[in-house]
């Protein structure tokens, strides 16, 4: 059987440490080994904040990265974001990805793969795939629901906008993958029709795998991943703030980069909290390192924003075998990711009391902790591991274009 050249179009992409940068090169990569020749359109690495990648020295337009040709447009990044800048950015992404297209920089191909959190970016999608080729696109975030949610966007005729396009372009796909029967649902809301699979994210369990911590005298609370809006991060602070109210023998380490970090850093230091501190991410390759660092993980995430992504860091904290409490309504991917697993806690959102009483309760129980972290890395073993996922997805691939 033969198989077809293929495009990426994404805007995040290798070196970028977290985010859909490592998912959309496992990707590449793995289509890349079924046999196929692989090119990524992409923008340069700015994800979390361009500023982690200034130091090492710009990356070129064109190179070669695990056998995947990656080409890159100098695409405006704004360094203080906000709903409008961002969507100018994918906007100029955009018409960069058309004009390479149509002066032939960048060739139509036959197999087209596009990545949404940017509707945009499925819209270059449409114009790079040839005349009898296939368009699948992968949709990671719900833009529409989550500047609504976050209140981002509140005005409401450019959410009806937003909603408008993203119902209209991916209604042109030949198929959407997306990650949970709750995203799949509020795209059906807005009118998509087009076939609609779920295919959960992957995580790597042979590179990340638990790893003994020896007990201190202090428990580690982490929170490690993108400092985002969407991330309910105001959670963790008022956290912090309850544990020190109850003089509880307790370290939390945010750790991460993006665009809420200096006002999180302003909030630790206006409430006088000595219990939390922020801290670099660790590179990827020491991943199950940075990971066994927290005794407890914490996974909060704005509830009028549950329906529209799906945080993926949960999967690695279970690979690596540590427990962690969720902040989620019950219904939620994360509530019911959470009674599929039984490997974490979920509280109510927006509630630190109850975010501290679980915290604390697992603090103190050992055993407790461990019999979670098990159970978490038990459920990725069955239901997560990389190359399951991908060989899934890979097959729904081959089937849309040889169909």
Known sequence: MATAEALVITQYYRPEPIGSGPYCA???????????????????????????????????????????????????????????????????????????????????????????????????????????????????????????????????????????????????????????????????????????????IWVDADRIRPIPRAEGDRVTVLYSGNLGRKQGLDQVIALAEELQARHAEIDIVVRGNGGEAQRLAAEIAARGLTNIRLAELIPQESLSEALAGGDIHLVPQDPDAADFAVPSKVYNIMAAGRPFVATARPGSSLWRLHEESNAFVCVPPNDPRAFADVVLRLAGDRALRSALGAQGRQFVERHQRKPDILTQLLALIDAQYHG
């Open 26 to 200: 496992d990707l590449a990569e793995w289509l890349r080994q079924s046999g196929r020749d692989v090119t990524v359109l992409t923008s340069f690495p700015h994800y979390p904040t361009p500023n982690i990648f200034s130091a090492a020295g710009a990356s070129p337009e064109r190179e070669i990265i695990n056998g995947v040709g990656v080409q890159r447009l100098h695409n405006w990044i704004p360094h203080r974001a906000t709903a409008l800048r961002r969507i100018t950015s994918e906007g100029h992404f955009l018409l960069l990805g058309a004009w390479a297209i149509l002066t032939r920089r960048t060739r139509r191909h036959h197999l087209i793969v596009s990545l949404c959190p940017s509707i945009l970016t499925v819209a270059l999608g449409a114009i790079a795939k040839s005349r009898d080729g296939r368009h699948i696109a992968l949709v990671h975030d719900i833009q529409s629901g989550l500047a609504g949610g976050l209140g981002m966007v509140r005005n409401r005729n450019l959410l009806r906008i937003m909603r408008w396009s993203e119902r209209i372009i991916l209604n042109r796909v030949d198929r959407i993958v997306v990650l949970s029967r709750e995203m799949q649902a509020q795209l059906r809301a807005i009118g998509v029709r087009r076939p609609i699979e779920v295919v959960p």
